[in-house]
């Protein structure tokens, strides 16, 4: 005998009850997930191939990168993971203030992550690293050996597949970034609508799914991209 | 309210009862739909216009290799020609075909439930691949491609004068259609399944739905981060496949066919997921050797993903990769015979009628078998070496893809046909146009093999003399082919409005989709679907629709 | 399976804790040349750090096991992508040789004219 549901707030219709609404919802975050994975998959895919091929490149260029920024932007993301997952427990546990609080907090570490990440890029084009054909045009070692942003003219080419590796990779990782701070921007705005509580907040648990993804992903780079290189700067 | 029990088999002539067809009129309201079933008719719409523009390009090749000489197009011309033909059938009428109608369409009804999982995902898929299309379109009229469906650098990223970057583009934002239906149909099958419905009761349509959803989200993702890669090399040089910059053109081969080969078990494991059901249904018997069946998908979708370098054979590619690779490619073939010999073991001793859908289950089976043995040849590295980039090549892939799904395909639109549109084709019409179909298939893509054999290369618009009449046997037989496939658009058309009213279930078949009116009401079910029989359990059927014609329905 | 799980916040301070010295361990490490090893250690730091966050962020300790296989499923394939390709790769490793001389490609807008095709012969070569 089927029963109308009496119209339970946030439950779609074409739901059952709100578990299989939960449920769906999370599986899909952690399919979608998934898919991002293969995503970048292929770009680490070409970051092996690519560093197993040009090993001096893949350091030289790891060692023209900032670490102390990177160092930086992994802490600001890690943290950015702390108060994300805090703001999910605020929500759990009904606590309307706290949880936009943590969404605020969220978001202002995503951005200055996103501002710290244009500081070094533009920093890369001012020195002439940016790596397509027209703008890449290093100060060469041999020209001037105290320049921290010379390259050997041995492996400048080399540098240079480094280089658009670094930019496709953590051009996209911003991409996603930016992405996930328009999320936040949506949660918050829903959240100061009181439409959070411990009995609905799965959109903030999925919201967060993706955003600890986002993590992940740097958790990677920043070893790949930004250490590689840096035992050079002890004795090179 | 409460509405008085309704017999759904009893012939609905007087008034029109409401279904998920008439239930609103506006264009806005089918535009912004979130009804599964309307935008499964919206795709299905969508890819038959697509299959009209890949078929105009298919006549024009097959016009062009009609006499030796390149006469009818410029070299330049023809090759954007093949190429338009080859991106616009299978990244926008194959992929999408039976998932995005069929699939939308049966999905929730076979697993009792009320839509898929996330609905405006859902419509948002159809937007995105509309997009999609109309940028391939913007594309070709701007001069298109003439790459070959593959792409290759460092022609495409640096010799090409075409539309390359936009062609990319148009096929990254439509992988993100195949990527979150495949999502959408993952987590439906997951989680939304009536009660009593377990795996092992699923039809096997939807199995090979899952198989295939798998394989959209895992494989999708590569291509599209591979031609987002051809863009940038395109645009920026960067130096990703170029040689001269330090980078690997195999490198892009590699990343191309890890999807592309999944990807052609995209266009085939609906089918047999279709061919399945017609089979079980018209032969009255379930099908033979269920799990196997089952499971047989997933390992296809599974297997299918180790595969990719046989397409690389000849690329300069590791000899020793190129040996497991052919292994794993013979392995491959092994679940697919499997369900070949599972579906004639059905049809021995059951109880055939060879209805429209039966006759293009039968023809399946054949050409499936063609087109998959033949895949073996292929599949072994010395054979390859000489058939590689030839019409043998050609003939193949026709046979598992036109032979295989567009068969299938046409077998589960007339199977489902009352069932989506409420009316009857007109049968005898049915069974001339799917022999007309399967005799002209035969008749184009035979020879195609004998060229293959020959030597005769593929992509080419002229060839030796020697040659001619397969060719020409090649080209009578798409005449023919074409044909069939127009009878089709027109009764079907016709019986929109003058077929016979169809009733609940008119091929007495099992599944939960046959036990809701033709065509459903946009609710799907009018009660809470529950199942307790095993699946293809036709003793069952008519006692199920009996019990529910007993149901009162209570809104 | 539903979560009701609400994790503490001192799991999350901890995990937290735990994320830092990751951090501060890769960085250190690195500071040392360990040749073909360098990679390894910091891909198995990273890969623990990353573990943590599944876990305990993302909550997957508690979850149902569908996500487990889904997760499961995603790294399977994504080892696939890179163990298939990499065997092509370790036996030609001199792919690269005689590449990289940069000359100036051959831009968009700079290509060769069209060949004058011709209707007698057949054509050779893509």
Known sequence: MSEHAEHVPGLAHHFATMEQQKEAGTVGMWVFLVTELMFFGGLFLVYTIFRSTYPEGFEYGSFLLSVPLGLTNTVVLILSSLTMAMGVHSAQTGKQGALQFYLVVTLLLCLAFLGIKSIEYTTKVKDHLFPAYTTYNPVTKEADPTNTHAVPTKIKSEVRTFLWIYFLMTGLHAFHMIVGAGMLVALIWMARKGRFNEHYNSPIEIGGLYWHFVDIVWIFLFPLLYLSGYHLNSGH | MEIAAKNIDAHVEEEESVNYLNATHTVKSWLLTLDHKRIGILYLLSISVFFLIGGIYASLIRLELVTPRGD????????????????????????????????????????????????????????????????????????????????????????????????????????????????????????????????FRLPLFVWGMYATSLIQILGTPVIAITVLALAFERTLQIGIFDPKLGGDPILFQHMFWFYSHPAVY?????????????????????????????????????????????????????????????LISFAVAIPSAIKVFNWVATIYKGSVSYDTPMIYALAFLGLFM??????????????????????????????????????????????????????????????????????????????QFVLGYLGMPRRYHAYVPEFQFLHVLSSAGASVLALGFFVPAIYLTWSLFYGKKATANPWQAYGLEWQTPSPPPTENFTYDPVVTHEAYDFDSVKEISDARAKVAVTA | ??????????????????????????????????????????????????????????????????????????????????IMTITDYRVRQNWHIGLGTVEKPIAANEKQAAPQHSNSMPNGGH
């Open chain 2, 72 to 199: 009818l197009l410029t070299p330049e011309t023809y090759n954007r020609v093949f190429t338009m033909h080859g991106v616009i059938m299978i990244f926008f009428f194959l992929i999408p075909s039976i998932p995005a109608t069929l699939g939308n369409f049966l999905l929730p009804l076979m697993l009792g439930a009320k839509d898929v999982a996330f609905p405006r995902l859902n419509l948002l898929s159809w937007y995105i691949f509309m997009i999609g299309g109309i940028m391939m379109m913007y594309t070709l009229l701007s001069g298109g491609i003439d790459t070959g469906w593959t792409f290759y650098p460092p022609y495409s990223s640096i010799y090409s004068n075409s539309q390359v970057t936009l062609a990319g583009i148009s096929i990254f934002i439509t992988g993100f259609s195949s990527i979150l239906t495949g999502l959408n149909f993952m987590v439906t099958i997951h989680t939304m399944r009536a009660p009593g419905q377990t795996w």
């Open chain 2, 266 to 326: 995209i266009m085939v494991l609906p089918g047999m997921g279709v061919i399945s059901e017609i089979i079980a249904s018209m032969t009255r018997k379930a099908i033979f050797g269920y799990h196997f069946v089952a499971f047989s998908s997933l390992a296809i979708a599974v297997f299918g993903f180790l595969v990719w370098g046989h397409h690389m054979f000849t690329s300069s590619q590791s000899m020793y990769a190129g040996m497991v690779f052919s």
């Open chain 2, 370 to 447: 063609v087109g998959g043995m033949t895949g073996l040849f292929l599949a072994a590295l010395g054979l390859d070496i000489h058939l590689h980039d030839t019409y043998f090549v050609v003939a193949h892939f026709h046979y598992v893809m036109v032979g295989g799904q567009v068969i299938a395909y046409l077998g589960g639109l007339h199977f489902w046909w009352p069932k989506m549109t409420g009316r009857m084709y007109s049968e005898t019409w049915g069974r001339i146009s799917a022999v007309i179909i399967f005799l002209g298939f035969n008749l184009t893509f035979f020879p």
């Open chain 3, 1 to 82: 399976m539903s979560e009701h799980h609400v994790v503490p916040v001192k799991t999350y301070l901890t995990i937290f804790g735990a994320l830092m010295v990751g951090t501060v361990l890769t960085v250190t490490v690195a500071k040392y040349n360990f040749g073909s090893l360098n990679v390894l250690i910091a891909l198995t730091i990273a890969s623990i750090k990353a573990t943590l966050v599944i876990l305990f962020f993302m909550h997957v300790y508690y979850s149902s096991k569908l996500t487990k296989v889904v997760i499961g499923a995603g790294i399977f394939w994504f080892a696939i992508l890179i």
